[in-house]
Structures are given as C-alpha cells and as structure tokens.
C-alpha cells in the first residue's frame, strides 16, 4: 500500500458506508477521516483540511446540500473537491448538489473500484487546478494564453476572443461542472451580454471547431469540458 499525504474526508450517517469506503480507499493510502452529519462535517473539515470531501445528501442535524453550502464559505478549504455519494438519483437532486457547490455528484450503489478510480480522477483535477501557466495541454489541444493560440492535431484554430476565454475557462479545469453565472462572470464579467443564449451560442461554435464531444451540458446547471 503506497502512502500518501492526501486526506478524504467521508460523511454519512450509515456506520457500513463509513467502513466500506473507508477500507477501500485506505488500501490505496489516503487519509481517511470520518463525520457523521453535516455539522460534524463543518468542524472536521475546518481541522483537517482535506483535499477532498465525499459526502451524503440525506443526514440528521445538517443534510449534505447545506454542509456543501457552509463549506464553500470557507476560505481555507476554497480548493477543497466535493462530491455527493448518495442514493438519490433525481434530476432535480443532482441539479441542487451542483447548485449548492459540489464538484460532483456520484450515485449509490457503487462498487468500490469504480469508486475508487472516480476519487483519483477528482484527485487528478486538483492537482491540475494547482498548475498556473499560460499554456495549457488537455487531451492532445495545447492551448496558449498569452498567444490566444489553439493547436489540435498540428492544425491551428482561430478562435474570436470570447470563443477563446471560454474554451480556456472549460479546459482549465476538466470535468468540473461550471455553472452559467460562474461562465458569465469569468467571460464576460461586467460587459453587457445581448440575449440570454449567449453562452450556448459560444458552447456551439465551440463544438463545431474543436469537437462535439468534447463539451457536455450538464442540464439546468451549466457546462464541463471532458476529454
């Protein structure tokens, strides 16, 4: 078993889960730490520091959407990954998780290796999110900042400026979900934004020009870019 620094914080009210996912993913050489409810979530969180938090929707004291809430207003833990691990499967539930701040939203049952390579793929995006630089290399697209230049299969894309933000915010971090207020924010910020489809708009030249594939709506949350 390697050993490793990285510690996962593991809320649920079900003393089985605890274990089963627990075990799991200390034979892989995480730091697992426990709570049981939202609350107990909040006070371990803010002691530990984990890198990430796996979490369930329905608990006593403090549910998961509003631990999520609570979490994300802590400064220390801004870079924390957060995920749910619940058996609710609905839209609507889904769509709650991601407004409430979570990275992703994982549904029971799983099994444990399918478990497990999704916490290392969380794991994979922090590590990304920790990597400044001007030049990005997402799945064989180098992307250039500075330049405003896109290379895909050694055939360079021309990109309008907006086109080009957007397509950097996306790949920046791949799989996170980005909300539409988050895009417009980061994109456009205070410019004034003609139509409230201007997201989609950009969203479908971006696909047309670089891959249909390659940008997933997340419905009635926003956009991720997936490679």
């Known amino acids: 078993m390697k050993k490793t620094q990285t510690k996962i914080l593991l809320v649920d009210d079900e003393p089985d889960i605890l274990e089963i996912v627990g075990y799991n993913l ?15 979530a909040i006070a371990k969180a803010q002691k530990e520091l984990p890198e990430l938090i796996i979490m369930d929707v329905m608990m006593a004291e403090m549910d998961g959407m509003e631990a999520c809430e609570h979490i ?13 691990l619940t058996a609710r499967s609905e839209d609507y539930s889904q769509v709650a998780g991601f407004d409430a701040g979570a990275d992703d939203y994982i549904t029971k049952p799983i099994k444990p290796k399918l478990l497990v390579s999704k916490v290392k793929a969380l794991l994979r995006r922090l590590k990304e999110q920790e990597v400044v630089s001007d030049t990005l290399n ?9 330049e405003y ?3 895909k299969g050694n055939v360079e894309i021309a990109l309008p400026r907006k086109e080009f933000e957007l397509f950097y915010l996306l790949a920046s971090k791949p799989g996170k979900v980005f909300k539409r207020d988050e895009i417009l924010d980061k994109v456009w910020g205070n410019e004034v934004v003609v139509g409230g489809r201007t997201i989609d708009v950009h969203i479908r030249k971006l696909r047309e020009k670089i891959g ?11 956009y991720k870019f997936e490679v």
């Open 138 to 146: 997402v799945g064989g697209i180098e992307i250039n900042r500075e």
């Open 72 to 84: 994300r207003k802590i400064p220390e833990l801004n870079n924390v990954i957060i995920t749910f």
């Open 212 to 222: 249909e594939d390659l940008f997933k709506t997340i419905k009635g949350v926003g």
């Open 149 to 151: 230049k896109i290379i």
């Open 26 to 40: 200390a034979q892989e050489g995480y730091q697992i730490i426990t709570a049981s409810n939202g609350k107990e």
